[in-house]
């Protein structure tokens, strides 16, 4: 029997929903069971993937070619289970399924309106994961209070009292606010956000909440009392510097006992939390510190790359160090002066991303790293700037560069318009929309031989996840190999370069996929571990 966890915010935003939820599902497959986590965002768009990662953060790509909410990042990371694409939807996908079931003539005769149909259609999303796990846990995105929030809410409420009270409960996390004039924790704004909750029919049975320190029990108590919940289950839920020790600290305040108490099951038994002690342990007692660079262009907000930063997180868990992320906006290295700021570091990494801003000073990273033999990891666009720097400064064409930019003399990078998916051929016009028409989700690719990354991976077939529209130009393959570059990694056809790396180098890797969206703690991708590697070795050096 699946039971329904559903995990609402209220207060503010950001206040670590995502995470709490993706703790939870740790913390209870820690107890045995089985976990699936789920998010609903109340947003218009039909997936993030047209989204300014300013607004929104990355797109988390999954392995069936989704782009979704960053949120799944954290399950998956958490969880180790991969998200698919039907844990995540939105209203925009919503209202288009059920709209295009109005054209055809599906409700012939009735009037659609948010309740019952667009509510149907939220509590079929939820529905649809019966039976896939012992708990489907359930996050919806946006505070609670906002208008887009209701539809989902009420499906919730409709779909909470259809299965019953033994099978569903409700999560809601708030914030207390530390106000530093009158010294204390203010409940005020977690009784209005319950308020606000039972006044859609909503009742939390358990309450996460938030704070920059010690909750007093005398709070705890008022909460509980306002908001009609058992103190024990006004849950403090504080601050800390990882957010791997987060299922640690949850379980510890009680979290995932009161969970199973809610549903009438047994609550006795200690889970077995020995992978997260021995992360925690590992963040918190690191060998050596490294530093690495992030050369990109959404710098000033991380949580743009937010599985690249883990996943360098989890390189350092795998090696016992410390990795220090330094952010630098590659336009600054357009002006000469600036290539300076990769003096001090000792692995250099490009990330993925779009459009021409920034990109000459990309390229000017990558010939400081090949040229001074810093490890160098290149990650889908940091694949392709470094191609256009090979042939630019190798191959001596200076006219190299990607058509993403508009067309140009050497298209050593450019848009390919067909390229095999299982067994067809999927094909790309230069102009389809661009939404959800990327080349995305899992694709395999054949390593070479004696190449560095089949060492690393320690096979000669893999699968990882891509989210690109333009590929480097095979055509460009044999000159490059004459000047000391190696595409160690091709589509299985042959026809699509995936991995480039540079032998005579430390570590100098390419890769036209995102390794970054696999990683987990308690299981580092290969690459992020070979790369943080090397980045200690180079630490060794200077
Ligand atoms: N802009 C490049 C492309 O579309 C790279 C995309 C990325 O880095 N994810 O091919």
Not at 304 to 318: D, F, M, Q, R
Not at 358 to 381: D, L, M, N, S
Not at 405 to 422: D, N, Q, R, S, Y
Request: hydrophobic letters at 40%; charged letters at 25%.
């Amino acid at each position: 029997m699946t039971r329904y966890i559903f995990i609402t915010g209220g207060v503010v935003s950001s206040l670590g929903k995502g995470l709490g939820s993706a703790a939870l599902g740790a913390l209870l497959q820690a107890r045995g069971y089985t976990v699936r986590l789920c998010k609903l965002d109340p947003y218009l768009n039909v997936d993030p993937g047209t989204m300014s990662p300013f607004q929104h953060g990355e797109v988390y790509v999954t392995d069936d070619g989704a782009e979704t909410d960053l949120d799944l990042g954290h399950y998956e990371r958490f969880t180790g289970r991969p998200a698919t694409q039907t844990d995540n939807t939105t209203t925009g996908r919503i209202y288009t399924s059920v709209l295009s079931r109005e054209r055809k003539g599906d409700y012939l005769g009735a009037t659609i309106q948010v309740i019952p149909h667009i509510t149907d259609e939220i509590k079929a999303f939820v529905r649809e994961k019966d039976g896939s796990a012992d708990f489907v846990l359930c996050e919806i995105g946006g505070t609670v209070g906002d208008i887009e929030s209701l539809p989902f809410l009420e499906a919730i409420r409709q779909f909470s009292n259809e299965v019953g009270t033994t099978r569903s409960i409700f999560i809601h996390v708030t914030l207390l606010p530390y106000i530093p004039a009158a010294g204390e924790l203010k409940t005020k704004p977690t009784q209005h956000s319950v308020k606000e909750l039972m006044s859609v029919g909503i009742r939390p049975n358990i309450l996460l909440c938030r704070a920059d320190r010690e909750i007093a029990d005398e709070e705890r108590r008022k909460i509980g009392l306002f908001c009609n919940i058992p103190f024990e289950r006004v849950i403090p839920a504080l601050d800390v510097k990882s957010i791997y020790e987060v299922p640690l600290t949850y379980h510890g305040e009680g979290l995932d006992t009161e969970v199973l108490r809610c549903f009438d099951m047994d609550a006795t038994k200690t889970p077995d939390l020995s992978v997260w002690t021995d992360i925690v342990d590992r963040i918190k007692n690191p060998e050596t510190r490294v530093r690495v660079a992030i050369v990109g262009k959404y710098t000033n907000l991380t949580d743009s790359y937010k599985s690249l930063n883990e996943a360098l997180v989890h390189g350092g868990i795998a090696n016992r160090v410390a990795v220090d992320l330094k952010f630098i906006e590659a336009e600054t290295f357009e002006t000469d002066g600036h290539i300076h700021a990769l003096e001090d570091v000792h692995a250099i990494l490009v990330p993925g991303g779009f459009g021409q801003r920034g990109t000459e000073g990309k390229i000017k990273a990558v010939q400081f790293a090949r040229e001074r033999k810093i490890p160098y990891f290149g990650i889908c666009f940091g694949m392709q700037m470094a191609v256009i720097e090979a042939t630019r400064n190798l191959l001596g064409l200076k006219g190299a560069s990607s058509t993403e930019f508009g067309a140009c003399e050497i298209p050593v990078v450019g848009l390919m318009t067909e390229w095999v998916k299982g067994n067809a051929t999927v094909e790309r016009s230069a102009n389809v929309d661009l939404g959800g028409t990327m080349r995305l989700g899992a694709y395999p690719a054949a390593l070479k031989k004696g190449s560095l990354v089949e060492s690393i991976y320690g096979s000669s077939l893999i699968s990882e996840r891509h989210r690109h529209r333009y590929e480097v130009n095979a055509d460009f393959v044999p000159k490059l190999e004459t000047k000391g570059l190696s595409f160690s990694g091709l589509s299985p056809d042959g026809r699509l370069p995936e991995i480039v790396e540079i032998p005579d180098h430390p570590w100098f890797i390419g890769v036209q996929y995102h390794p970054e969206l696999k990683s987990k703690p308690f299981d580092a991708h290969p690459l992020f571990v070979s790369f943080i590697k090397a980045a200690i070795a180079q630490s060794r050096l200077v």
